[in-house]
């Protein structure tokens, strides 16, 4: 018999005073808490029994922690509550213990300075959580922009059995007989409001008729990204990304993920058996088609990272060129979420799709990405008023796409030598090739003093240049990348800019803007030495961002160059700065990177 390690640091599995005989049946729950004899066992038993469990709760049966994004303080996620609610009923039911629990949630229209800077502490959240709880799967409720990443990436590191239910878009936002989208609607209406165009009664008629249920963004922003996301690479329930809020089919994809859940811990279909290289082809193809957020690659890189997947920048570019853009949504299109569900959601996209897909790649049904969608159909509706054959088409079929190779652009030159973004369907063909002088501001409070300056020295062919809005520089990286265009331009009608930076942008947002420059100015990237006057050529075929700068003046800049104060010596913040990476690898922290797995800690009493 293998000797024992020595009692002051008891390793799995070993027997202390108080404890029963651990490794019973295999379920880490029952065999290293609820089924414990003794001291312990009375312990972990006796005050769950308070929130009134009674004995049958304890008995070696799948305990289910729903990690809940919930808050009142995040509009997008402010009716998980009763989310979590249908997914318990569904535990239930197939013989599963479920215990409900919170984790911080990020919300994108009231955390400063942005909720990106947050993400990795959310991921630490859900990963100490349910290692360090008597869980054997879970299911994580998510909805705004970083609680599904964020909760991913947490729920990667331990790999237990995990499976993904988002709270759904908002119903159509309504003003003035017109649909109008989250996010998309406000920066219109914002350039239309300082141009003239709209009257501060109609902008404040708009806010009131934005945002009429509960949901997240209802254009394909990041929050919709990150549904279709989880959807796609095989964590959600076939159909769940597009389903409203408010339809009562939101609470039954819920209460079916729950069912689902407990028989995932009874197969061990764990993250890691899902997140393959083969799942992460098919989420940037299924990115590609709906036209969605650049925070997708930020998003992807980190969750790649967190299971051991090799993905590069060049991986991403490669795999979306050539996909057929097929979604016509607010950013980029017409219609929104509410819409995509009844053509069909995202299993009618992955159809279309599908000869570019992995179809093998196994999901949380169990089946493959293939089977899931045998059956799915793409709807065309009806003209409002219309005859039966006169129809309008949100999603495209594959012969007759919105565009090809619309997808998020991976750029590289002398400005970005690690790569910068570019989404493709959200900008102007016009500026996708265009050479002009940089106007460059090292913050984006200098940019917001100067925007409505009727003396700025620019034109339509300037190319705005923001710095220091990187993950250390803001610290960070918040979405102000997409820059309002100068009140001067605005009011004679110009409506884009090339505009570059080391920020991000929201996924609702639009415009000929590069974004995600890598190395940011912050550490000393070429962006950092770009001066006012510099000429910036932009190509996007060609996947190129060059400063035509000559290399020997560039070394006299980078020699001057200092690097900024950090921007904070204490808490979260401080550790941010000091450990996260850069956008191409994912702006994780680098400690966190990799998998630890979901073994048993030293006992509590």
């Known amino acids: 018999m293998t000797d024992l390690p020595p009692t002051n640091d008891p390793g799995e599995g070993q027997v202390l005073p108080g404890e029963g005989h651990p490794q019973q049946t295999g379920r880490r729950s029952f065999d290293h808490w609820f089924g414990e004899e003794g001291r312990n066992g009375f312990i972990h038993r006796s005050w769950m029994r308070s929130q009134g469990f009674s004995e049958e709760a304890f008995d070696g049966r799948p305990v289910i922690g729903i990690c809940n994004t919930w808050s009142e303080l995040t509009p997008c996620n402010a009716h998980l509550r009763r989310v979590a609610d249908a997914v318990k009923r569904g535990v239930w039911q197939a013989g599963g213990f479920p215990l409900e629990f919170p984790v911080m949630s990020l919300g994108e229209t009231l955390l400063r300075p942005t909720a990106m800077l947050f993400r990795n502490l959310l991921s630490m959240d859900v990963e100490e959580s349910l290692r360090g709880n008597p869980l054997d799967g879970a299911v994580l409720l998510t909805g705004c922009d970083k609680t599904t990443p964020g909760s ?283 050479r002009g002088k940089a106007l460059v501001f090292s913050s984006i409070e200098e940019y917001d003093k100067a925007v409505d300056d009727p003396d700025l020295d620019v034109d339509e062919d300037t190319v705005l240049v923001l710095q220091n809005a990187g993950p250390r520089g803001y610290p960070g990286m918040p979405e102000v990348g997409n820059m309002t265009i100068p009140r001067k331009l605005a009011e004679v009608g110009i409506d884009d800019m090339v505009r570059i930076s080391d920020a991000r942008m929201s996924g609702t947002a639009y415009g000929t803007v590069v974004l995600h420059v890598t190395p940011e100015a912050a550490v000393g990237g070429p962006l950092a030495l770009v001066r006012t006057g510099d000429w910036i050529e932009l190509d996007v075929p060609a996947r190129r961002l060059h400063l035509d700068v000559p290399e020997e003046e560039l070394e006299k800049r980078r020699a001057d160059w200092q690097p900024p104060a950090p921007p904070s010596d204490r808490g979260w913040a401080r550790l941010y700065v000091d450990h996260v990476t850069q956008a191409n690898q994912g702006c994780d922290l680098d400690f966190l990177v990799g998998r630890t797995g979901s073994s048993v800690a030293r006992q509590s009493h």
């Open 152 to 434: 991913i990436m947490g729920a990667a590191s331990v790999d237990l059995p995990t499976l993904v239910v988002t709270g759904g878009p908002m119903l159509n936002g309504k003003f003035r007989g017109c649909d109008i989208g989250s996010g998309t609607a406000v920066w219109r209406f914002t350039q239309d409001l300082n141009a003239g165009r709209m009257s501060p009664e109609d902008f404040a008629a708009a806010e009131a008729g934005q945002s009429r249920s509960n949901g997240h963004c209802m254009t394909m922003g990041t929050a919709s990204t990150m549904a279709c996301m989880a959807e796609s690479l095989g964590l959600q329930l076939t159909g769940g990304a597009a389903i409203p809020a408010v339809d009562s089919r939101r609470y039954v994809i819920a209460q079916k993920s729950g069912q689902r859940i407990v028989e995932m811990v009874k197969e061990d279909l764990k993250l890691s058996d899902i997140l393959t290289r083969d799942a992460f082809a098919n989420a940037v193809r299924a990115n590609a088609a709906i036209g969605g957020s650049t925070n997708f690659v930020i998003h992807l890189l980190a969750i790649a990272g967190r299971v051991g997947v090799d993905i590069t920048l060049d991986d991403i570019d490669e795999w979306a060129r050539g996909v057929p853009w097929l979604v016509d949504l607010q950013p980029s299109g017409k219609y929104l979420m509410e819409d995509f569900y009844y053509a069909g959601g995202l299993p009618a996209v992955l159809k279309e799709i599908e000869p570019l897909l992995k179809t093998d790649a196994i999901t949380v049904t169990g089946k493959s990405i293939g089977e899931n969608i045998a059956n799915a159909e793409r709807i065309e509706a009806v003209i409002p008023g219309g005859t039966a054959d006169q129809t309008y088409a949100v999603i495209r079929p594959v012969g007759d796409p919105l565009g090809s190779g619309a997808g998020t652009a991976v750029l590289k030159g002398n400005l970005a030598p690690d790569g910068a973004v570019i989404k493709q369907s959200a900008a102007s063909e016009r500026l996708s090739q265009h």
